[in-house]
Nanobody, 126 residues
Framework: VQLQASGGGLVQAGGSLRLSCAAS????????MGWFRQAPGQEREFVAA????????GYADSVKGRFTISRDNAKNMVYLQMNSLKPEDTAVYYC????????????????????WGQGTLVTVSS
């Protein structure tokens, strides 16, 4: 599956952004979808994931209550709504697709994901 992330940009602290990820090439509903991010000089980390039908979600503690992941299976799209942004949210954000079932402890592991998008940069100024 091919993934194309978009929607990044520069925003002030406290602001909002919505990232989008368009999927193509395979059956979208076969995949758990996730968002990861990588800040400068740091390792890539899990942000959020959503089950194949969208009924279950999971979040990193650092974004819980501020970010919301959703998907539109009719459009082969996954979104990340980011509110109350902080400077520490500055990173390149990647969407990814996982063929495995949506399982606690599995969906947050980078190596579980099979396909990755190219990333979109989010910069939060203080």
């Amino acid at each position: 599956v091919q993934l194309q992330a978009s929607g990044g940009g520069l925003v002030q602290a406290g602001g909002s952004l919505r990232l989008s990820c368009a999927a193509s090439g395979r059956t979208f509903t076969d995949y758990v979808m996730g968002w990861f991010r990588q800040a400068p000089g740091q390792e890539r980390e899990f942000v959020a994931a959503i089950s194949r039908r969208g009924g279950s979600t999971g979040y990193a503690d650092s974004v819980k209550g501020r970010f919301t992941i959703s998907r539109d299976n009719a459009k082969n799209m996954v979104y990340l709504q980011m509110n109350s942004l902080k400077p520490e949210d500055t990173a390149v954000y990647y969407c990814a697709a996982d063929r495995n079932p949506f399982l606690l402890g599995s969906y947050s592991r980078e190596y579980e994901y099979d396909y990755w998008g190219q990333g979109t940069l989010v910069t939060v100024s203080s």
